[in-house]
């Protein structure tokens, strides 16, 4: 039997017999992982709590014939107990976890990016420095960008040109006034340029912006990802590319 270890992030896990639960963790060398926990389930289990969804966990697996076996795990932090007392927070990081679990397609498949994006969001979460939106929405906008998504922001998605009129989800970003389709998105100048600050990590910037400009950005991306997470996912490729 082969044994390794890496460091990951439990994306979610289910039940497994009587006493077991099948993990999925997104692990910094590996990639997604879906390994067996033995005995979890029980009482006395010595790592069942350093297996549950939002620890970040040092991990020693042993590779089995279909699902590898976790035989050792420790706490690097603990996500889920920070962010299980503060509602927002929590289902901002339920979030993370789910669209990382998705935009990570293969198992095995190399996704050290997209960890470090998700390790990053959870502990910019749990140290309550941001607001959770805007926290969970530059996670979203940087995942998509290492998936190969990144909306065009400054200039016209289909025809590069510099005047910008509207968002356009099918377009993928903004577009100019002789681009833009027939039922775009008009938003306010500021939300734009919101996204731009959240996606380039510019929390200066994001903290600073006001509260309609967050909810029409809010609305942008979360429409923006639901759009890529449907259409664009049978042609994501396994490899990371650089966000644009
Ligand atoms: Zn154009």
Redesign the pocket.
Known sequence: MSLYRDEGVVLRTQKLGEADRIVTVLAKRTGKIRAVAKGVRRTTSRFGARLEPFTHVDLQLHTGRTLDVVTQAETIRPYGEVLAADYPRYTAGTAMLETADRLTHGEKEPALRQFLLLVGGLRTLADREHEPRLVLDAYFLRSLAVAGYAPALE???????PAIRAFAIVAGGV??????PAGSAVPAGETIGLMTALLRGDWAAADASDQRHRNECSGLVAAYLQWHLEHGIRSLRHVEREPV
């Open positions: 200039a016209c998605a289909r025809c590069r040109a577009v100019c006034g002789a681009c833009k």
